[in-house]
């Protein structure tokens, strides 16, 4: 088996995105928050599986569905980290940081989506 999903935009997004959050995010939440840092883990964790799961599946349509799973894994990081900001658990920065790399990816997951169903089609 290949790794031809390392090539893709979109899942160095999803990567980038994860190296964030474990390594800057659910650091400056504090530990007595331990199910918010759980619901952002099964967040993260979420997209890039069912990215993967979906590219390996065999099938595009299987490709697309498991991608409408990861772009409502990105939908909920989103509102996570809103959600720190809120809390004054990280900067306005790094909350604008985050954001944008999440909208950047959900729009090429988007893309991505657009691309599949057109090829089914034809």
């Known amino acids: 088996m290949g790794f031809g999903h390392k ?3 979109a899942w160095k997004n999803t990567e980038e995105l994860s190296k964030l959050v474990y390594e800057k995010l659910l650091p400056r939440i504090p530990k007595i928050n331990n199910k918010l840092i759980d619901q952002i883990d099964r967040a993260n964790t979420s997209v890039g599986a069912n990215f993967i799961e979906g590219y390996y599946s065999g099938s595009t349509k299987e490709f697309i569905r498991f991608l409408s799973y990861s ?27 985050l954001i944008d790399l999440i909208i950047r990816t959900g729009f090429l997951f988007d893309r991505l989506v657009m691309a599949l169903k057109r090829k089914v089609q034809e």
């Not at 720190?84 to 306005?92: L, P, V, W």
């Open 7 to 9: 090539n893709l935009v």
């Open 71 to 97: 772009r409502r894994s990105l939908a909920e990081i989103e509102f996570w980290v809103n959600h720190c900001r809120m809390k004054r658990f990280i900067s306005e920065q790094f909350h604008g940081n």
